[in-house]
Nanobody
Framework: QVQLAESGGGSVQAGGSLTLSCGAS??????MGWFRQAPGKEREGIAA???????TYTDSVRGRFTISQDKFKNTLTLQMNSLKPEDTAKYYC???????????????????????WGQGTQVTVSS
């Protein structure tokens, strides 16, 4: 069974760091990304990467978060530094079979047409 599983969430103080990981069992995905949803807000795309190495970030996390992918281990990672209280949300890993999709558009639409989602991991940043 194909699935995604996130790990690494937790609680930190503002300015701290966390690393999220997403393990993909089975499947061959051309695009993977991280999304988040805070209570009462719409899901937001924050970072995405394609197998050809193209990656992008939403403005609110650019320069603080780093997305990377280990294709051999089928693992997606999000290194989050300089965390802010507004980063508090449940973070989800998503995957798409499309290897040529527009990452910017995918993030902008909140990943609505993703092929697979993980269950999410909570990140809480206190001030």
């Amino acid at each position: 069974q194909v699935q995604l599983a996130e790990s690494g969430g937790g609680s930190v103080q503002a300015g701290g760091s966390l690393t999220l990981s997403c393990g993909a069992s089975g499947g061959d995905y051309g695009t993977m990304g991280w999304f988040r949803q805070a209570p009462g807000k719409e899901r937001e795309g924050i970072a995405a990467i394609r197998t050809d190495g193209i990656l992008t970030y939403t403005d609110s996390v650019r320069g603080r978060f780093t997305i990377s992918q280990d294709k051999f281990k089928n693992t997606l990672t999000l290194q989050m530094n300089s965390l802010k209280p507004e980063d508090t949300a449940k973070y989800y890993c998503a995957a798409s079979i499309d290897k040529k999709r527009s990452l910017t558009l995918w993030l902008r639409t909140g990943g609505d047409d993703s092929d697979l989602w993980g269950q999410g991991t909570q990140v809480t940043v206190s001030s």
